[in-house]
Nanobody
Framework: QVQLVESGGGLVQAGGSLRLSCAASGRTRSTYAMGWFRQAPGKEREFVAAVNWSGGSTTYADAVKGRFTISRDNAKNTVSLQMNSLKPEDTAVYYC????????????????WGQGTQVTVSS
């Protein structure tokens, strides 16, 4: 089994920054592709960013491109999401996920999910 635990969420003012982390434990594999998703109240879960197994390739949703950066540290079994220039519309529960398909942007292509961490951006 693989367990993912997100941390780093909180309350931040618009224009500020926040860094989320996801720690993996159990039968982890550095070859897993990793992704971040988010879900705002009353909305569907949406893709945010993904990184391949080596960390050398990334992809982002248009809404966060240029503001968010995904990275991974395989030695520490962690994946991070650096969020800059935050906007109120970024408010959501953020989830990390692991899967076997590189740079997947669909939630149903991921096998493992964390419980999420709340990010609230005030205006």
């Amino acid at each position: 089994q693989v367990q993912l635990v997100e941390s780093g969420g909180g309350l931040v003012q618009a224009g500020g920054s926040l860094r989320l982390s996801c720690a993996a434990s159990g039968r982890t594999r550095s070859t897993y592709a990793m992704g971040w998703f988010r879900q705002a109240p009353g909305k569907e879960r949406e893709f945010v960013a993904a990184v391949n197994w080596s960390g050398g390739s990334t992809t982002y949703a248009d809404a966060v491109k240029g503001r968010f950066t995904i990275s991974r540290d395989n030695a520490k079994n962690t994946v991070s999401l650096q969020m800059n220039s935050l906007k109120p519309e970024d408010t959501a529960v953020y989830y990390c996920a692991a899967g076997r398909i590189s740079l997947a942007n669909r939630g149903d292509l991921y096998e493992y999910w964390g419980q999420g961490t709340q990010v609230t951006v005030s205006s």
